[in-house]
């Protein structure tokens, strides 16, 4: 699994309120993705990071923000969530240091805004 | 624009019985193309990438550029192989700075009957 772990796995929160999902990583990958997970859509991606303070905006970024202060942790958060952000969320990695290495996925965190 | 079109939403066959799952790509330059299988409400996991052309519990997928198609195959289904299978794609690592970010189809929901 390439020693990624998400929390929490699962979260119901209401409308309005902030939202942080955190991915963390063991093992010193460079690259790291956030995904959410929809029905009919696939997966997309909201933003990515390519080290410490790198981040940008994938297909679906709008409502949400990300941080990386530190290499093993990727944050997600939703400032103001909406049910339109119910969802299940995955983190990945690319292995090692290059973008072009094989993706793992954490095991997703299942999101519920009413 | 890059994309990834998997034409079935859900595919039911029957345990022995031939698999096709369909994937078609639209992509200007050469791509990478891949397979991820998600088993129930797990992590998705890497099956194929045809840079690699292995073949993985007796899935098989060929990219054919002509046709810009990676049809994921298997002669004989198994009732394990019941999962959603996604298609996806990486083009160039800096490709609008995509920094080799993956674009997925909307996935198919594989169902292996006894």
């Known amino acids: 699994d390439a020693g990624i772990t998400q929390s929490p796995r699962h979260k119901v929160t209401e409308t309005g309120t902030p939202v942080t999902l955190r991915c963390h990583q063991t093992?010193?990958?460079?690259?790291m993705y956030w995904y959410r997970q929809d029905p009919g859509h696939g997966l997309r991606l909201i933003h990515y990071s390519y080290g410490v303070k790198d981040t940008d905006k994938g297909e679906v970024s709008d409502g949400y923000s990300v941080s990386r202060s530190k290499t093993e942790d990727f944050l997600l958060t939703l400032e103001s969530a909406t049910s339109s952000q119910t969802s299940v969320y995955f983190c990945?990695?690319?292995?090692?240091?290059?973008?072009?290495?094989?993706?793992?996925f954490g095991p997703g965190t299942r999101l519920t805004v009413l | 624009a890059q994309r990834v079109t998997q034409p079935e939403k859900l595919l039911s066959v029957f345990k022995g019985a031939p698999v096709e799952l369909k994937c078609n790509y639209s992509y200007s330059g050469s791509p990478e193309l891949f397979w991820y299988v998600q088993y129930s409400r797990q992590r998705l996991q890497l099956l194929l990438r045809?840079?690699s052309r292995e073949s993985i519990k007796g899935f098989t997928a060929d990219l054919n550029k002509g046709e810009t198609s990676f049809h994921l195959k298997k002669p004989f289904a198994q009732e394990e192989d019941s999962a959603m299978y996604y298609c996806a794609l990486r083009g160039a690592s800096n490709y609008g700075g995509s920094q080799g970010n993956l674009i997925f189809g909307k996935g198919t929901k594989l169902s292996v009957k006894p």
């Open positions: 045809h840079i």
């Open positions: 093992e010193n990958h460079r690259y």
């Open positions: 990945a990695i690319s292995e090692g240091r290059e973008a072009n290495n094989e993706q793992f």
